[in-house]
DNA sequence: ACTTAGCAGATTGTCGACAATTATAATTTA
DNA sequence: TAAATTATAATTGTCGACAATCTGCTAAGT
């Protein structure tokens, strides 16, 4: 099993605080944009400044907050430029993951894969178009094919550096919504192709899948009039 | 200009211990695989454990060490299925900036960049065949058309977590040698898309360079008997 | 002789205080 | 009145020391 290495399991101070500050971040419950005093989060947390600032380090390699030396920490702004500049490496990399999946993945791993789908589909036929599905499945879905391309570069970077920011900009922007079934369906056709071991086609699938939720969320914006 | 997190001017006493210990890891003057001892480096460096913990954590986020909670870190081991993991990001995310490149970038720009590319002929012809070329002159091109992709999570990625580790590579497992003039075309003919503002064959011909690079090293790896 | 339990040593994580730098506000001057 | 300047205040960077944890060795027991 690769160790992440901004996720290790919160045993120390360190650890706590930065699970606590980043989902924090993520609800909007620190306003983006907002300036970071060290000894105020120091106090709400109440730890010292020592464990705090590690985490702050490892807040900033999560993208979610910007420092200036010695001039203090913001959090980042979303915006619409941001957003497609993330989705604009993701679809690349998460084709490159799935390139790399139908090469390295073992065949009892895409059993285990093909049975979470089938599961998915029937928690999806009770709660149809909840948005809870989209979070929770989607998201181990895209997992799973990362871990699966056994790079671990590709796996920092998607799972830990990129993701939060993700996370963020689905919760404060408010992208949740229907398409989950064509999405399901999308979902299927990339681990058919892997279980061909077909990666180019996965690859372009993929890369089709996010393109199409990019698609969607910037629909989603410009009717918000954002 | 993109503030970037992990090399800010060496200002702070934790950005002085950071540009040393990277520079030391690089050469090789701290082995790789060897365990790092916070006091020995806080003593050899002159400063307090403090920075030297920041500076750490900077160390973890560009993949030159390792830390396990607890039980300290250690300098990455360097081995040939790192290097392809590295290389299989590096072609995809550099073919993605050529594309974003031939969309971004100004047209000053990009006669700035052949104006730097025939300097960098005339004194190719001097010093026909010497690494130092590959050094400094494909980096900076390099360098170029990632900052001319307008992304910054493309910029902060390729520039500031995976190139110490790339130099490290190319440093310690003796990557140099000439393949100095048909990089040269390659370079030429790249920015040539770039400036015809042809970015998917721009994104081609950039993943067969890198593809080309990748061969070469893997050979040369394969003549140490490594 | 081998395994296991306990102990010693060292290392990492955490804390509170001090020093250096920067942002802010009041004050002075043109 | 507005701009420049100084002084104050708050924040960040750094330091040395203490506490919690892990590693390796010693010693006892089976």
Redesign the interface.
């Known amino acids: 099993m690769i160790?992440s290495?901004v996720w290790?399991s919160p045993?120390?101070a360190s650890?706590r605080v930065l699970a606590e500050i980043q989902q924090a971040i993520v609800a909007g419950e620190i306003p983006a944009g907002s300036k970071i005093s060290e000894p105020e989060l120091a106090r709400r947390f109440a730890v010292s400044r020592?464990p705090l600032?590690?985490a702050l380090?490892?807040l900033?390699?999560c993208?979610l907050i910007?420092?200036?030396?010695?001039a203090g920490a913001r959090v980042v702004t979303l915006s619409t430029a941001?957003l497609r500049?993330?989705y604009?490496?993701r679809e690349?990399?998460e084709?490159?993951a799935c390139r790399?999946a139908a090469e390295h993945m073992a065949d009892d791993e895409i059993a285990d894969m093909r049975r979470l789908l089938d599961q998915h589909l029937q928690e999806q036929r009770v709660r149809e178009g909840e948005s809870y599905y989209q979070e929770a499945g989607d998201l181990d879905f895209h997992y799973r094919i990362i871990f699966g391309s056994k790079?671990?570069?590709?796996i920092?970077?998607l799972c830990d550096?990129?993701y939060y920011l993700m996370r963020m900009y689905r919760v404060q922007l408010g992208m949740n919504g229907p398409r989950v079934s064509r999405a399901f369906d999308e979902h299927k056709a990339i681990i058919q192709a892997i279980a061909n071991r077909d990666g180019e086609l996965a690859d372009l699938l993929m890369r089709r899948h996010i393109a199409a939720s990019r698609r969607h969320i910037e629909i989603q914006l410009q009717q918000m009039g954002k």
Do not use: C
Request: aromatic letters at 2%; proline letters at 5%.
């Open positions: 160790q290495p290790r045993i120390t650890d020592a600032r590690e380090a490892r900033e390699r993208h910007e420092r200036t030396p010695n941001g500049s993330l604009e490496i690349e990399l084709g490159l790399l790079n671990q570069y590709l920092n970077i550096e990129l």
